[in-house]
């Protein structure tokens, strides 16, 4: 158990820190989607000339904002779940039951994680049609923005999604060895309670 914990600690701290940064920049990312988004509503309705970058930029960062954001969901237990059957189990089945589930979500992330990564590779190939980087001042031109910048976002989103997999698997583990272990918690994680 000792060993589980002591793995499980840095884990979970990392994670603790890698999913705020990773809100945090979601959040920007959608606050800036949102204004490029009414930039485009601007140009394209009130002046009559829509601009040509606003909606591979706001795809540009919806999916990184997606990326970033979805590790923070899969830990907090935001996807969609039917923990029904678990609960009715009792504790040490129930965290079997959840680390079968956890193994097989590790199959298909780290799966998920080679196609990205090959998908990134192809895109080093190919410039966004719209998205250039105004390095004028630099005299280096208008500099078109690699498409794989945009593809980059899910091995990264995968990747944090592994490492959440990783500490939960460890904590069905230790559930399993010990139904009353004291875990490490998120501190971050907001439980709102209904009345």
């Not at 090959?118 to 966004?128: A, D, E, P, R, T």
């Amino acid at each position: 158990m000792t060993v589980i914990l002591a793995a499980l600690k840095p884990l979970a701290g990392l994670n603790t820190l890698l999913l705020r940064l990773g809100r945090n920049f979601a959040w920007m990312a959608m606050g800036l989607m949102v204004l490029i988004i009414i930039l485009q509503v601007f140009f394209r309705y009130i002046l009559g000339n829509a601009l040509a970058w606003p909606d591979e930029g706001a795809r540009f960062l919806m999916l990184w904002m997606t990326a970033l954001i979805a590790p923070t969901a899969y830990r907090w237990g935001g996807f969609v779940s039917i923990e029904m059957v678990k609960d009715l189990l009792p504790a040490r089945i129930g965290a079997l039951l959840g680390l079968v589930l956890l193994a097989l979500s590790l199959i298909v992330l780290v799966y998920g994680f080679q196609l990205g990564l090959n998908h990134v590779k192809s895109g080093w190939l190919f410039n966004s049609s719209s998205l250039k980087l105004p390095l004028e001042f630099m005299g280096l031109g208008l500099v078109r923005i690699k498409l794989a910048w945009m593809y980059m976002s899910l091995p990264v989103g995968l990747f944090m999604m592994i490492l959440v997999n990783i500490e939960m698997s460890l904590k069905a583990i230790a559930m399993l060895v010990d139904p009353d272990v004291e875990l490490p918690e998120d501190h971050d994680r907001v439980i709102v309670a209904v009345e």
